[in-house]
């Protein structure tokens, strides 16, 4: 394992993605990636009495996935890296805790599923750990409970708004298990601030470090655009997309026939009436599960580079008048030759 420039950590072990699994509610299994998804949930409850239980119970049949579809059990599992947009984690704190797997809880608001996985494979590269799980969640009625407005309230979203996307994706990270695909290397953002106050606009919030991320990627990895296939952000939208790809001409780097967006993917604005597109912590989560990871696979593509975006607000901050900053991690995703998935 070895630093290279300023942020970035390129493996010299092979990390592998060993396995994947993912869970959604109705509307985004009506969307172009429906037939994808392991698991859709026609009950926007899951079961349970409050969204936020069902949020913890999305996660929940993620691990339960995995572990099935893996062959592995809790015991082979040394660590789970998780997160969520409810205050104190509580999504992924009463979902995973009957598990009874040793658990390290994450706040990168929608750029968790790229914290967690950056974390997991530095914990494996470092040899601490065989098997690791990293997931993360959203649930379209808990974050609108608590960051907007309670459904009943009924308000208007403007065009610029996305909407959360109600899932969970999973991986399982390993160093002994070999698969087809592995996580090459990771590029950690900076916290970073361009001065937006609008809530209903995240993608503008979260754009510039998304930006500022995948510069950095290009400049410590010595590349430039045409070394990756693709690159995903996770959940910029429309809007945020548009401001994203000034941002990297304005760098030097046309990025737009290989860019492409999660929350853009998982929905349909067509006939889905998202405005901006999807987003939420389970947005670029269960998008990589089910649709990324398929892709490279397949042998669609042989690099990728994952983004996921996160705006680091709270009602406190945002009542109290302050900025909505944003984040963005990169994580560098190949396909082996000759390997299986």
């Given amino acids: 394992m070895g630093k290279t420039g300023k942020a970035s950590i390129i493996f010299d072990k092979d990390i592998y993605i060993v396995e994947k699994a993912s869970v959604v509610g109705q509307k985004e299994g009506e969307g172009p990636l429906g037939k994808y998804f392991d698991n859709i949930v026609n009950d926007p409850f899951v079961g349970k009495n409050t969204w936020e239980e069902a949020e913890s119970e999305l996660q929940k049949l993620v691990v339960k996935t995995l572990l099935k579809k893996s062959g592995l059990t809790t015991k082979d599992i040394r660590y789970i890296f998780a997160g969520d947009l409810l205050g104190q984690l509580i999504a992924s704190s009463f979902g995973l ?3 009874e797997i040793p658990f390290f809880g994450l706040y990168g608001a929608c750029s968790t599923m790229g914290e967690s996985m950056s974390l997991a494979a530095m914990n494996v590269a470092a040899g601490y750990a065989d098997n690791v799980i990293a997931i993360t969640s959203s649930h379209f009625a808990s974050a609108e409970k608590q960051f907007r407005y309670p459904l009943e309230y009924g308000s208007q979203r403007p065009l610029c708004a996305t909407w959360t996307v109600t899932g969970s994706g999973g991986v399982i990270i390993s160093s002994c298990i070999k698969s087809g695909i592995r996580i090459a290397g990771i590029t950690t953002g900076k916290i970073v ?10 993608g503008a919030a979260m754009a510039p470090a998304a930006c500022d991320s995948i510069y950095t990627n290009f400049m410590d990895f010595d590349v430039t655009p ?3 296939d693709a690159i995903y952000t996770g959940d910029l939208g429309k809007v945020g997309r548009t401001i ?3 941002l990297m001409q304005e760098k030097g780097f046309d990025i737009s026939s290989i860019h492409h967006d999660c929350g853009i993917e998982i929905f349909d604005d067509r006939y889905q009436d998202t405005h901006s597109g999807g987003s939420g912590c389970g947005c670029s989560a269960a998008t990589l599960c089910a649709h990324i990871l398929r892709k490279i696979e397949e042998g669609f593509y042989k690099r990728v580079l994952f ?3 996160g705006a680091l607000m709270s009602t406190i901050s945002y ?3 302050q900025s909505v900053p944003g984040i963005a991690h990169c ?6 030759d000759g390997g299986v998935y």
Avoid: A, H, K, Q
């Fill in 226 to 228: 045409d070394y990756y």
């Fill in 97 to 99: 805790m009957d598990f």
């Fill in 307 to 309: 983004v996921p975006t």
């Fill in 244 to 246: 994203l790809l000034d």
């Fill in 193 to 202: 601030d361009y001065g937006i106050t609008d809530s209903m606009n995240m």
């Fill in 331 to 336: 994580v560098v995703i190949e396909r082996i």
């Fill in 319 to 321: 009542n109290e008048g």
